[in-house]
């Protein structure tokens, strides 16, 4: 899994700041360390009948996808299980022609 983002602490003689620093890092890094919060909006993808090769601009391997908008019906899937190039796309599958923004993550 590509790097995570985190907040570090500063060492201090303070231990007062220590402490809010504390507080703070074990509230904020997992909320950082969920896959979710590190995912981009594609909007406007068109998917065709078929398979379909999406970049998903995460820089890293996707962690999954889901559907935010779909502006006319049709069946989509995934075949990553088949997608030799995970750290770049996605491959979609649709059951028609079909415009769609996407969560990748």
Known sequence: MADVMSIAKVQTDDRNVNQLQNNI??????V???PLVNGNILTSVLLNSGNNTVNHKLNRKLQGWFLV???APADVSDNQDNNQNQDT???LVASAEVTVDLYVF
Not at 25 to 30: C, F, Q, Y
């Open 69 to 71: 908008r779909q502006r």
């Open 89 to 91: 796309t996605l491959v």
């Open 32 to 34: 950082l360390k969920n």
């Open 25 to 30: 890092i074990s509230g904020v890094n997992p």
